[in-house]
């Protein structure tokens, strides 16, 4: 019953190559979002979406490409993949954007 | 862009002690978050106020929105509260959350 759940909980992969992580929630909340968090355990939205439409795309390289299959799903692909795109990445859900947070477990990704 | 201060940094106490925690926002928000990260990783959302004050058993969250400052508190302390809090502010627009650097707790038995 849990209820943001995300997939893999770790990633290890080899510059270049293309991964996706993917985030599913059952709350029945209408925004979902991914976050970033580096090294310094600093924590940064990158994109947010409402009812599978993209709302808020911060600054983030285009070789990530959020993907809402639906308003339960939020997807998150990365091409291309860098040493510094080495991170925990949580994916989280809200009932609207001024409603408290659900966060998954988090995915460590790890760039060698 | 709202920036966040969060202090202190690191924090750590004997079981038992009193907590708190300081957040401090630069631009006037509607509500605040104050989050909390475990070993594990996983993060937990305490908290979301936009006036006075808040309480979940030994944690009390208050907010002056005048001053642009919010603080959580903690009562009796003990070391399954050793976490990162992290206070959280949303932007201008009412979206894009930003966030505090975090701060370190740690409580002794």
């Known amino acids: 019953d849990t209820a943001v759940s995300q997939t893999p909980k770790y990633l290890v992969t080899q510059m270049g190559n293309d991964k996706s992580i993917k985030c599913e929630q059952n709350?029945?909340?209408?925004?979902m979002y991914w976050y970033k968090q580096d090294s310094k355990k600093f924590l940064k939205i990158m994109f947010s979406?409402?009812?599978?439409?993209?709302?808020i795309n911060e600054t983030v390289p285009n070789r990530f490409s959020p993907k809402s299959p639906d308003k339960a799903h939020l997807n998150l692909h990365i091409n291309s993949l860098e040493l510094g795109d080495s991170a925990v990445y949580f994916c989280?859900?809200?009932?609207?954007?001024?409603?408290?947070?659900?966060f998954g477990n988090g995915t460590r990704l790890t760039v060698t | 862009k709202n920036e966040v201060e969060q202090s202190p940094q690191n924090l750590t106490a004997q079981e038992g002690e009193f907590i708190t925690i300081n957040c401090s926002y630069s631009v006037g928000i509607s509500a605040l978050h104050w989050l909390q990260q475990h070993p594990g990783g996983g993060i937990v959302s305490l908290f979301m106020l936009s006036s006075g004050k808040k309480k979940h058993g030994r944690l009390i969250a208050t907010i002056n929105i005048q001053e642009k400052h919010s603080s959580l508190h903690i009562t009796a302390s003990h070391p399954r509260d050793s976490a990162v809090y992290i206070c959280?502010?949303?932007?201008?627009?009412?979206?894009?959350?930003?966030f505090g650097e975090g701060t370190q707790l740690t409580v002794n038995p």
């Open positions: 959280a502010v949303p932007g201008a627009s009412g979206s894009r959350l930003t």
């Open positions: 709350l029945g909340h209408d925004t």
């Open positions: 989280a859900s809200s009932q609207d954007l001024n409603s408290p947070l659900h």
């Open positions: 979406y409402n009812n599978k439409e993209l709302i």
